[in-house]
């Protein structure tokens, strides 16, 4: 909820409006992967089929759908945060987290459709870093704000 709040507050400081926009809308996502949960797969609870089912609930897709959201905004907000904070040193950081988001994404693509036992790593590898950018992102913006 405090990165949806923090997002309205990037849309109305005249910051970036798109980039509190593209914010929002990661906050959105993860408040609504957080309500909608996934089914059990992957041997995750015990007791799970070993593999990734064919069929889906709704809670399931709808779950895939809000995570979408979170994977896809963080890297746009990256890229717009480059041109919204012009100091050189933050431009090189923003483009960093940039590559480093789209390689994450590309290989959790990989590791979902190979139904791969490091699915949960490489999603790790993608939230860790790219929720303590976001944090950093916030700290700067307070700055300059």
């Known amino acids: 909820m405090g990165i949806t709040v923090g997002a309205a507050g990037i849309m109305v400081s005249g910051v970036s409006f798109l980039l509190g926009a593209i914010l929002g809308i990661f906050g959105l996502s993860l408040i609504l992967s957080g309500i909608f949960r996934m089914d059990p797969m992957l041997s995750y609870p ?9 069929e889906h609930s709704r809670h ?3 779950h895939d759908s809000a995570g979408a959201g979170v994977f896809l905004s963080l890297p746009a907000a990256a890229v717009i945060a480059a041109f ?8 090189v950081i923003w ?5 480093y988001l789209i390689v994450c994404f590309v290989l959790f693509d990989k590791a979902w459709t190979n139904a791969s036992a490091r699915l949960g790593l490489v999603q790790r590898a993608f939230i860790i870093p790219g929720w303590i950018w976001l944090g950093a992102l916030f700290l700067a913006l307070a700055r300059v704000a």
Do not use: C, N, S, T
């Not at 007791?47 to 089912?53: S, V």
């Not at 919204?84 to 431009?91: A, G, I, R, S, T």
């Open 84 to 91: 919204v904070l012009p100091d050189p040193f933050w431009q």
């Open 46 to 54: 015990e007791g799970a089929p070993a593999g990734i089912p064919d």
């Open 60 to 62: 399931h897709a709808l």
């Open 95 to 99: 483009g960093a987290m940039v590559i």
